[in-house]
């Protein structure tokens, strides 16, 4: 009995590439267990079987001739976020329900090239803003580890997929934690990359100055992988970065000897709202296995992390509020019935497909943008940013990479946060300054703890870096998963 | 910082969202909530900080001004709510 879902990105492109398994089999036997499981999930918004099977097809004819990319025939699956050919791309909302993208999305293009087959896009909180998947239209993502739990947000849909290995690999974005929270909720690895490093064209965008796309897989070699498919310069994103795409793979098996781990004490101090115990036990046990493999851990301050929530719910609003004036209900997406004017049309096509999460944010950002309140509050958030981004730039003077937990908690249940958006805020406070640096960071699973139901759920790790050493974070990571298994645990319902 | 139901109305019209009545209480309090947290920005001195606009400070990239899209009028087209004769249909705007 084949038992592909055990396999890792890596295991699973080097069998196709030695013809032990074909594209085509490995397709159906995903798309399978897509249509088998997820009905427990809702994981998925659209299965693409037809373009499936066919990109796979083809990936089998191009391993044939022996030269195939590293990823050709492996099936993935993409957050709903990124614009698809002529497969409906919702980013989870009301609004883009009937949208059927008319061009592919950068990150699509590149994976396709890499020879990447998409099994279909995942569910995902709407426009990205949430923190638990709640906010989708077409309803909340069960975690894989416990049905009652969230899997995290936004990207909540690709790290359940991937969690319950019905993909053996999602892409992902990251605002503020979007990939780093889902992948620690779900037991998965994920990656933000530096600013700039993967094309934001073609990615529905919710904050421009902050948006980052990456992958999420099971492991930092899978990531490796799938970031060399997915980086890299684009002139239709003119935030993106020209600069050339090193092969992640290539330091991968570095030793960590002398490695100087920074560790921000106000991430590791007792607050209210900080990380909760049993979180901090596994941390530390982490930081144990990484100080067996040589590395030296060094305290450090980010004095100005504590704002980070705060300038974040500013300038991701003021930037949200500014991107989602292009949903007007005149040229694509949602338009409301009979409208009686111009203005009716606008208002009611927006007031009826936003949630109230999206609505929300769209105040905020009005408010804080308008006249006579830019500069106590978009202004003011910009110029902290600048101080919480020169925290980073001192503390890599003294280290090589930064640690801390990815959350306070673990996957809290469904329903538990939504009345209070706040609380739901405050459960990104370790994600949310690195995005407002621009830098890279990860999240590796390194063991469990109780959530507040007492149920043992998946705890996450950050490895964050400086600017574009993707390749360091992912050599860290990569380390720590030779030495250990959590990264390998599945959840027992999806065995 | 304290929204009151009045301001929700003001800010949903600049944000073109029609809000229903008997949801404007809940977002009043909700943005009032949002301010609060925000609020804690006022803590810190920035004076003389210079407001951070990209991670590298990166300029805004220019390109040479030529045609380099292809016109796909139709595609883009047919996913549009109402069109006609290759123009995008909304109510009438003047009598």
């Known amino acids: 009995m084949s038992n592909y879902h055990t396999k890792t990105v890596t295991e699973l492109s080097a069998m196709l590439q030695a013809g032990e398994v074909s594209s085509v089999e490995l397709t159906r036997y995903f798309l399978d267990r897509i249509k088998n499981s997820d009905d427990k999930l809702n994981s998925f918004i659209t299965v693409c079987e037809e373009q499936a099977m066919v990109q796979a097809k083809e990936s089998d004819e191009k391993l044939k001739t022996g030269n195939a990319p590293a990823l050709t025939g492996v099936p993935i699956a993409h957050k709903d976020i990124f614009c698809t050919d002529g497969v409906k791309t919702s980013c989870g909302s009301k609004m883009l329900d009937s949208f059927i993208s008319p061009y592919d999305a950068t990150v699509v293009t590149n994976m396709r090239n890499a020879g990447v087959v998409m099994l279909g896009k995942t569910n995902m909180d709407e426009f990205a803003m949430g923190s638990s998947n709640e906010t989708s239209f077409y309803g909340a993502v069960k975690n894989p580890w416990n049905l009652k739990a969230v899997p995290g947000g936004s990207s909540g849909g690709s790290a359940a997929a991937v969690g319950a290995r019905l993909a053996p690999a999602s892409t992902g974005t990251d605002t503020g934690g979007s990939i780093r929270q889902p992948a620690a909720f779900c037991g998965i690895t994920g990656l933000k990359p530096t600013y700039g490093r993967v094309s934001r064209f073609g990615m529905i965008a919710f904050a ?180 919480i981004s020169d925290d980073f730039t001192k503390a890599y003077e003294k280290v090589d990479v930064i640690m801390a937990p990815a959350t306070p908690e673990t996957a809290f249940n469904i329903g538990e946060k939504t009345d209070d958006p706040i609380s739901m805020y405050l459960s990104d406070i370790y994600t949310i300054a690195v995005n407002l640096a621009g830098i890279p960071a990860m999240s590796i699973p390194v063991g469990f703890a109780n959530n507040s139901s007492g149920v043992s759920m998946p705890v996450g790790m950050q490895i964050i870096g400086n600017h574009f050493e993707e390749a360091k974070l992912l050599n860290v990571a990569h380390q720590y998963q030779q030495k250990t298994d959590w990264h390998k645990q599945m959840p027992e319902e999806f065995q | 910082m ?60 220019l390109r040479e001004d030529k045609v380099t899209e292809v016109d796909r009028r139709e595609a883009f087209q047919k996913i549009a709510p109402n069109t006609e004769d290759g123009l995008y249909l909304v109510p009438k705007v003047i009598e």
Not at chain 1, 254 to 270: A, M, N, S, T
Not at chain 1, 286 to 296: P, R, S
Not at chain 1, 362 to 379: E, F
């Open chain 1, 208 to 387: 421009s100055s902050l948006d980052q796309a990456g992958p999420m897989g099971q492991s930092a070699s899978d990531c490796a992988l799938l970031l060399n498919a997915m980086a890299g310069f684009d002139d239709k994103d003119s935030t993106s970065i020209e600069k050339s795409v090193p092969d992640y793979s290539a330091d991968l098996n570095k030793p960590l000897d002398g490695l100087r781990i920074g560790l921000p004490k106000e991430y590791f101090e007792h607050t209210e709202g900080g990380m909760n115990a049993e979180v901090e036990a596994t941390i530390k046990a982490a930081l144990d296995q990484y100080k067996a493999m040589g590395a030296e851990l060094i305290e450090i301050e980010l004095p100005n992390s504590g704002l980070s929530v705060p300038v974040y719910y500013v300038v991701a609003p003021a930037e949200c509020s500014t991107n989602l004036s292009r949903f007007d209900g005149v040229r694509y997406g949602y338009r409301c019935e009979d409208p009686k004017d111009l203005n009716d049309l606008y208002t009611r096509s927006r007031g009826e497909a936003f949630g109230a999460e999206v609505q929300r944010r769209i105040m905020v950002g009005t408010y804080a943008l308008s006249s006579g309140y830019y500069d106590a509050y978009y202004l003011k958030a910009q110029k902290l940013r600048h101080l």
């Open chain 2, 2 to 61: 304290s929204i009151e139901v009045d301001e929700v109305k003001k800010i949903a019209k600049l944000a073109a969202l029609n809000v229903d009545d008997a949801d404007l209480q809940s977002y009043a309090t909700n943005l009032s909530n949002i301010l609060d947290l925000v609020a804690q920005m006022d803590a810190v001195d920035t004076t003389g900080v210079t407001p951070m606009s990209h991670p590298f400070d990166a300029v805004q990239r």
